[in-house]
Every structure is written in structure tokens, then in C-alpha cells.
């Protein structure tokens, strides 16, 4: 039998605070680009640094740094990263150099921070810590991707004291805008508040960092178990139904033990129908609750998902601004996780009260 | 020493030739794949690169894929290679809907960005690729292609992405989770890779030159290779080509890009990976280096030898003179070299080199060598400090 992981420290940066979202006064925005609210990040990273370095860097860094010190952690054993489109910001800037200058004076800076795994090798770099150090770019299951390694890890090595996992993407100028050439993105701009009453193709987005520590020992403060990370393919609501099924019955639970369902609703047409589906089939007695709307939707924002669900642990109450029915949830303690981006792209996350 | 993971297939595609054979005929022939670029569109032609020779609509031919695909240069490379590793393993449809793909990747579609992305807000013609760009895209191109329907993820760890995506494979098969996984990784030449490294100064304007003492630079590649991974139960009927024994990854924690002088990553991936193969320091016959040539890697990857071997550092050499550095593919591209020195018992030259350098005074194998090789240690590292090594070793 494997031993419980505990999520013992957290960080989320994103465009929402806890107080917003708690005292039900979400932040509001009306363009469908929106950034996350920075923290000081000052208080983190020296000044000279600081200004060279990326949103992604900036968060990533700060993000990772609160999480250990929540966590009482000095150094972790690992570390490792989930991020679907890396350092846009740099990526953006270089190639755009290239591209107008015809390659001639090109400088190396951004070059140098626009590789995927920059925010986990600053960490590293950052803390002195050369253990393990990975990074995984898997559109919207990067973070899962990272989560899968890290429970591989402790089954490994159940010595281990500590691996801080996180996910974080930035928003860029122009990388980010293809999302209205993709269809990704609402062509119309929208309130995200809005979002699940458009009916219409297309979603919102913005930017965010989270990051968790995790630990085989229990502390007071624990926020809570993770009990398990499934990634997975599926075409239709029957498959995805018998996905999650068969990984509950896995775990030794079902559907109807789990208080909260948190779903990755993100507005779209095409998607809404498969939710419906989902939210009238399997979930149909469960408590519903969504968050894109606050956020909006990119690569590893089910990490605010999951930082969210850390927050509602700790404090047992289930705000209104994220409820998608009315199904009771008055002692909040098994929650799952679903999202969905493409075919390819399906998560669980299956989280319990410590 | 541990029993390690199967390997039972393998597929290649890389400035030396496509397919197994084709790289094998090059690397015992001392046949480099250097020159200079003549797909990759850059005003940087005098730089030497590990360039295959196909452009994307020859690589295209027989993949039988729509007229408005959206697969960019590195998945036909990632297609091809690992169609080959599918062949070799002799998977079904039927193997390969339950069988896992684990694929490093640095730039992901970047060649085709780079190609279009001035023109995507004004025409609609390419707008396929604006999604493609991501790791992520080549990955799901290339399992979508093949069927591979279970685990399936993206390391992108720089030039140690293939070799951490092998690390991942052999750990899911050891821990139960999978049966069967194919991992390696795909890079192509970009002008973003190019110009990167152009304006870090450390490409060099001549063929690269390993642990040579006068060593200035290194030259870029492209390719992709697979090895097809599978537990014992599926392996026991099956020709083994080798084994994943050992694996091991550590930061730097020094520099974003440059490497300690000390070698620390270096060193701890070494020794997490001799550890998990559980054999000895000195069971090592061969390593093939990471020895990209630059100045600063093959110092400190010298000195990390030197202190984990305690000056006895096994016959070493670096392939990078034959197919260039393909980043995140280049550990992949060096799993299935060190395979094939396992097989064939032959360790393949260190081309280029002339002096050991004064710091250190380490010499490679130079010209081909025959030897028993019974374990092959495989060094990959890349910026963020990322460091990997793995062992390979033959069979039984």
C-alpha cells in the first residue's frame, strides 16, 4: 500500500486573491486577455534580478518560494514543473528579434530564458537545490504530468521529505492574441463573470502560478491528501464517463462518495456539451462547482483548481460564486477534479480532506 | 545488478542517415553528417549543421497525411523514427492502442512558427500551425498517427529532454503503470535555435571539435529517435536489444546556461544512475558523453568525469561531430548509438580531436574501436542546470 501524500504548503498566484473570492466580490474584467494580480515580488527576488525576468519567472519563482515556506521547507528533494507554452514573453521577444532584424545583432537574453524548464531550473538555482529537476509540457495536462511523477517518486523513494510541484503559464502579447485566429478564444470580448451564459464557441484566458509542496508526512496544517492523478484520451461523455468510474472504483471509492465535483468549464460550445452530458449523466447528484469564470482558462489552470480546493478544506465552506447547482455541501471532504481541453487532454485530480 | 527495463525495437532519423542501419554504416565508417544548411532557410550559412537532407514534402511522401495537416518538421521527423522502433518491436494496432508515449522536445514546431508568424494575423493560410508551435502539439501529432492511446507526455528539459523522457518510460514500466511505452524525443534545425546559440557565441564556424583542447563551439542538428520499452512479461518472448539499467537526473544549481567547473550535476546524475543499476563504478566500459564541443561543457563534463571515476575514467567519446547537437533529441539519438555498441561491440569515434585539454588532460576513443562493452553509461545535460545520465546494458 502506498503512503498517503500530503499537501503540506501552497501558493497560487492568478487574476483572483482568496479574499475576492471568499467574501464573494470576485475580480471583474472585460477583455478576454486578462493578466494575474502580481504579489510583491520585491519581498522574493532581489531587484536586479527581478527586471530581467519574465511574468513566468517572476511567478513561477515567488510561487515556488511562498509554497516552501508554508510548507516550512528549506530545500526540496525535487522539483518539478508542469507548463503548456513555457516562457511566451521570452519565446516572443527573441523570435520577433530574429525575424525583424533578419537575424543580425541578435542579443542572447531572452534566447537564454525562453526554454521551457527556465522557471524549474531558477528554482533550483534559487535554493541551491540539485535534486531532481524536470519539466513537463503537455498542453492541458502538463501540471498533471508533473503530479504523476511526483507520486511515481515517492513510491520510489518513500524516504523522500519533500517535492514541490507546480504549473505556471504567462500571457504574452502576441502568442497569446492567436488565440482569436485559433478560435480559442471568444471572439467577442466578454465580463468573465459572463462566461457560462454565452453560449457561444470559444473561452477566455489569463495567467497564473501554483505551487504545492508534498510531503508522505502529515503536519498539523496539512491542507489536504492527494489521493490520486489520472490522465487520460476520450472522444465522447460515455468514454469519459467509464474513465472516471473505473478510477474511482480504483481507489476504492465512487462517484457518490465524492461531496464536490470541480469541473474545467470553460464556456465553449463544443464543451459545454460534453459538461451537460457529464453533469447530467455521472455527476447528476453531485455538488458542481466551476472556476474558469474567475480565471479563465489556460494550460496548468487546473493548479488553481486544486489550490482552490486546498483553500475550501481549510475552511469548509464552499462559496456561491463557484456553485454550478444547488446539491448540498456543508462538510466538504472528498473532491474531484475534471477537466478537459482536447480529445487527447482529459485530468483527474482526486483530492481528500487530511 | 538490477535486471532493468527491456528494450525491444528502436528508430532513427538523423543528419547520418535514416534508419538504424543507415547510422550504424555511418558511425563504423567515420562518415560525419555535417554541412552546411541548405533546408533551413538563414543568412547563417557558413555555420556547419547536422542537417538531413529532406525537405518537409519529401518527408512527407508515403504518410499519407490530409492537405491541411498541421505537423511540423520535428513530428515527420518523430513519425518516421518512431515508425521504425513500432516495426522493430513488431507492434500491432492492437499493442499500440495500449501502449504509452513519453517525447522530448525543446522547440516544438518553432520551424514552422518562425515561418509563418508574421503572417498569421493577415492570412488565413496557415493558422494550422499557431497551435503547433507547443511541445505538446508534436507529441499528440505523432501518437494520433501511430494510435498510441495510453500515458502520453511532453519533457522539455532542453538538451536533456529525450534521455529524461527514456527515464520516465523505464520508471513507469519498472513501477507497473505501463506495459509498454515508446520514448525518446524530436528536434528540428530552427533559425530561433540557431541565432540563440549564434548569439551565446558558442557555435562553431568549423566542424565541432570534442574535448579537443582547441574545442570552439559546437554545431547544431536535427532528428529524432524512439526506443520502444516493454515490461518482462511482454519482453520475454521477444528479441531484447538491450536494457535500461540506470538512470539518474540532478541540477547544476550554478547557471542558467553555463555548468559548474566543479561538475556537480554531472556528477550526482552519474551517481544516481550507477546507483539504480546497482553495478560499480568500474563495470562502466563505455561513455558516451554529452561533449557538445563548447568550451565550458566539455570542461566541466571532463571534470565530473574525473572525479567520479577517480581518474580512472573509462573509454569516452562524444558523437556530436557526426550528427550535431539535436538538443532535446540527443539523448535519444545516443540511446540507440550506445545500443548499437552494445550490439555490434564496437565503440564509435570522437571525431575531430587532436589534444586533451591542458585542465584536465582526458583523450577519447578516436577512431573506431572493437571492445566487449557490456554497460554503457549516456550523459545528456542542458541549460536550467537539467543533467541526466543513463545506463544501457546488453541483455542477460
Known amino acids: 500500500m502506498d503512503k498517503n501524500i500530503f499537501i503540506t504548503g501552497i501558493a497560487g498566484i492568478s487574476a483572483q486573491t482568496e479574499e475576492a473570492i471568499f467574501s464573494e466580490k470576485p475580480y471583474k474584467y472585460s477583455k478576454n486577455i486578462f493578466s494575474a494580480l502580481?504579489?510583491?515580488?520585491?519581498?522574493?527576488?532581489?531587484?536586479?534580478?527581478?527586471?530581467?525576468?519574465?511574468?513566468?519567472?517572476?511567478?513561477?519563482?515567488?510561487?515556488?518560494?511562498?509554497?516552501?515556506?508554508?510548507?516550512?521547507?528549506?530545500?526540496?528533494?525535487?522539483?518539478?514543473?508542469?507548463?503548456?507554452?513555457?516562457?511566451?514573453?521570452?519565446?516572443?521577444?527573441?523570435?520577433?528579434?530574429?525575424?525583424?532584424?533578419?537575424?543580425?545583432?541578435?542579443?542572447?537574453?531572452?534566447?537564454?530564458?525562453?526554454?521551457?524548464?527556465?522557471?524549474?531550473?531558477?528554482?533550483?538555482?534559487?535554493?541551491?537545490?540539485?535534486?531532481?529537476?524536470?519539466?513537463?509540457?503537455?498542453?492541458?495536462?502538463?501540471?498533471?504530468?508533473?503530479?504523476?511523477?511526483?507520486?511515481?517518486?515517492?513510491?520510489?523513494?518513500?524516504?523522500?521529505?519533500?517535492?514541490?510541484?507546480?504549473?505556471?503559464?504567462?500571457?504574452?502579447?502576441?502568442?497569446?492574441?492567436?488565440?482569436?485566429?485559433?478560435?480559442?478564444?471568444?471572439?467577442?470580448?466578454?465580463?468573465?463573470?459572463?462566461?457560462?451564459?454565452?453560449?457561444?464557441?470559444?473561452?477566455?484566458?489569463?495567467?497564473?502560478?501554483?505551487?504545492?509542496?508534498?510531503?508522505?508526512?502529515?503536519?498539523?496544517?496539512?491542507?489536504?491528501?492527494?489521493?490520486?492523478?489520472?490522465?487520460?484520451?476520450?472522444?465522447?461523455?460515455?468514454?469519459?464517463?467509464?474513465?472516471?468510474?473505473?478510477?474511482?472504483?480504483?481507489?476504492?471509492?465512487?462517484?457518490?462518495?465524492?461531496?464536490?465535483?470541480?469541473?474545467?468549464?470553460?464556456?465553449?460550445?463544443?464543451?459545454?456539451?460534453?459538461?451537460?452530458?457529464?453533469?447530467?449523466?455521472?455527476?447528476?447528484?453531485?455538488?458542481?462547482?466551476?472556476?474558469?469564470?474567475?480565471?479563465?482558462?489556460?494550460?496548468?489552470?487546473?493548479?488553481?483548481?486544486?489550490?482552490?480546493?486546498?483553500?475550501?478544506?481549510?475552511?469548509?465552506?464552499?462559496?456561491?460564486?463557484?456553485?454550478?447547482?444547488?446539491?448540498?455541501?456543508?462538510?466538504?471532504?472528498?473532491?474531484?477534479?475534471?477537466?478537459?481541453?482536447?480529445?487527447?487532454?482529459?485530468?483527474?485530480?482526486?483530492?481528500?480532506?487530511? | 545488478m538490477n535486471k532493468g527495463v527491456a528494450v525491444t525495437g528502436m528508430g532513427i532519423i538523423s543528419a547520418i542517415g535514416n534508419g538504424v542501419e543507415a547510422n550504424y554504416d555511418a558511425l563504423i565508417n567515420s562518415s560525419h553528417g555535417l554541412s552546411f544548411p541548405e533546408i533551413l532557410k538563414t543568412i547563417h550559412t557558413h555555420l556547419p549543421v547536422g542537417e538531413i537532407k529532406r525537405s518537409n514534402k519529401e518527408l512527407e511522401k508515403g504518410l499519407r497525411l490530409s492537405k491541411n495537416h498541421s505537423f511540423t518538421r520535428a513530428a515527420l521527423f518523430g513519425i518516421i523514427a518512431a515508425k521504425e522502433a513500432i516495426f522493430t518491436a513488431g507492434l500491432s494496432k492492437e499493442d499500440l492502442s495500449t501502449t504509452g508515449f513519453i517525447s522530448g522536445s525543446s522547440v516544438g514546431g518553432m520551424d514552422a512558427t518562425e515561418k509563418y508568424y508574421l503572417e498569421y494575423e493577415s492570412s488565413k493560410s496557415h493558422r494550422q500551425f499557431i497551435a503547433a508551435q507547443h511541445p505538446g502539439f508534436i507529441t499528440n501529432n505523432i501518437s494520433d498517427y501511430h494510435g498510441l492511446n495510453a500515458y502520453t507526455t511532453t519533457i522539455s528539459t532542453a538538451c536533456s529532454s529525450a534521455a529524461n523522457a527514456i527515464m520516465l518510460g523505464a520508471r513507469l514500466i519498472k513501477a507497473g503503470e505501463l506495459d509498454r511505452v515508446i520514448v525518446g524525443g524530436t528536434d528540428c534545425l530552427t533559425k530561433f535555435t540557431l541565432n540563440g546559440f549564434n548569439s551565446l557565441k558558442i557555435l562553431s564556424a568549423e566542424h565541432c571539435r570534442p574535448f579537443d583542447d582547441s574545442r570552439n563551439g559546437l554545431n547544431l542538428g536535427e532528428g529524432a529517435a524512439y526506443l520502444v520499452l516493454e515490461s518482462e512479461k511482454l519482453a520475454q518472448e521477444k528479441n531484447i536489444l538491450a536494457r535500461v539499467t540506470g538512470y539518474g537526473n540532478a541540477n547544476d544549481a550554478f547557471h542558467q546556461t553555463a555548468s559548474s567547473e566543479t561538475g556537480e550535476g554531472a556528477f550526482l546524475a552519474m551517481k544516481n544512475a550507477i546507483k539504480i543499476a546497482d553495478i560499480a563504478e568500474g563495470d562502466v566500459d563505455y561513455i558516451n558523453a554529452h561533449g557538445t564541443a563548447t568550451r565550458n561543457n566539455d570542461f566541466s563534463e571532463s571534470v565530473a568525469l574525473k572525479r567520479f571515476f577517480i581518474n580512472q575514467v573509462p573509454d569516452f567519446s562524444s558523437i556530436k561531430a557526426f550528427t550535431g547537437h539535436t538538443l532535446a533529441a540527443a539523448g535519444a539519438l545516443e540511446a540507440v548509438y550506445s545500443i548499437l555498441s552494445l550490439q555490434k561491440n564496437n565503440i564509435f569515434p570522437n571525431l575531430n580531436f587532436s589534444k586533451s585539454m591542458d585542465e584536465t588532460d582526458l583523450i577519447p576513443v578516436t577512431k573506431v574501436r572493437s571492445k566487449k562493452i557490456k554497460h554503457i553509461l549516456s550523459n545528456s545535460f542542458g541549460f536550467g542546470g537539467n543533467c541526466t545520465s543513463l545506463i544501457f546494458s546488453k541483455n542477460g
Not at chain 1, 519574465?54 to 528549506?74: E, F, H, N, R, W
Not at chain 1, 498542453?139 to 504549473?167: H, N, Y
Not at chain 1, 508526512?217 to 460515455?238: C, M, P, R
Open chain 1, 38 to 354: 502580481s504579489p510583491d515580488f520585491k519581498e522574493y527576488i532581489p531587484a536586479m534580478a527581478l527586471r530581467r525576468m519574465s511574468t513566468a519567472i517572476k511567478m513561477g519563482l515567488t510561487a515556488g518560494k511562498i509554497a516552501l515556506k508554508d510548507a516550512d521547507v528549506q530545500i526540496p528533494d525535487a522539483i518539478i514543473t508542469g507548463t503548456g507554452e513555457g516562457c511566451k514573453q521570452d519565446t516572443e521577444k527573441f523570435l520577433e528579434s530574429v525575424l525583424l532584424q533578419n537575424e543580425e545583432l541578435i542579443t542572447p537574453t531572452s534566447f537564454i530564458q525562453s526554454t521551457h524548464n527556465t522557471v524549474g531550473g531558477q528554482i533550483a538555482l534559487n535554493l541551491k537545490c540539485t535534486g531532481y529537476n524536470v519539466t513537463y509540457t503537455q498542453e492541458s495536462t502538463s501540471l498533471e504530468s508533473a503530479f504523476f511523477d511526483a507520486q511515481l517518486l515517492f513510491r520510489e523513494q518513500p524516504k523522500l521529505k519533500s517535492v514541490l510541484v507546480g504549473g505556471v503559464d504567462e500571457v504574452s502579447k502576441k502568442i497569446t492574441s492567436f488565440g482569436y485566429l485559433t478560435k480559442f478564444l471568444k471572439q467577442k470580448e466578454i465580463e468573465n463573470l459572463d462566461l457560462f451564459s454565452q453560449h457561444s464557441p470559444g473561452t477566455i484566458t489569463s495567467e497564473g502560478a501554483f505551487f504545492f509542496n508534498l510531503s508522505t508526512k502529515n503536519q498539523d496544517n496539512s491542507y489536504a491528501i492527494l489521493k490520486g492523478v489520472k490522465i487520460f484520451k476520450a472522444e465522447t461523455a460515455e468514454e469519459i464517463t467509464a474513465e472516471i468510474n473505473n478510477y474511482l472504483e480504483k481507489k476504492e471509492s465512487k462517484i457518490e462518495n465524492i461531496d464536490a465535483v470541480i469541473l474545467g468549464r470553460n464556456g465553449d460550445l463544443d464543451q459545454d456539451k460534453i459538461y451537460d452530458e457529464l453533469q447530467n449523466m455521472i455527476f447528476s447528484k453531485n455538488c458542481i462547482l466551476a472556476y474558469k469564470h474567475l480565471v479563465g482558462d489556460f494550460n496548468t489552470v487546473t493548479g488553481f483548481a486544486l489550490w482552490l480546493t486546498c483553500k475550501i478544506f481549510k475552511k469548509q465552506e464552499i462559496p456561491n460564486i463557484l456553485r454550478l447547482n444547488s446539491v448540498d455541501c456543508n462538510h466538504p471532504k472528498n473532491v474531484l477534479l475534471y477537466n478537459m481541453s482536447s480529445k487527447n487532454n482529459h485530468s483527474l485530480i482526486l483530492l481528500q480532506k487530511p
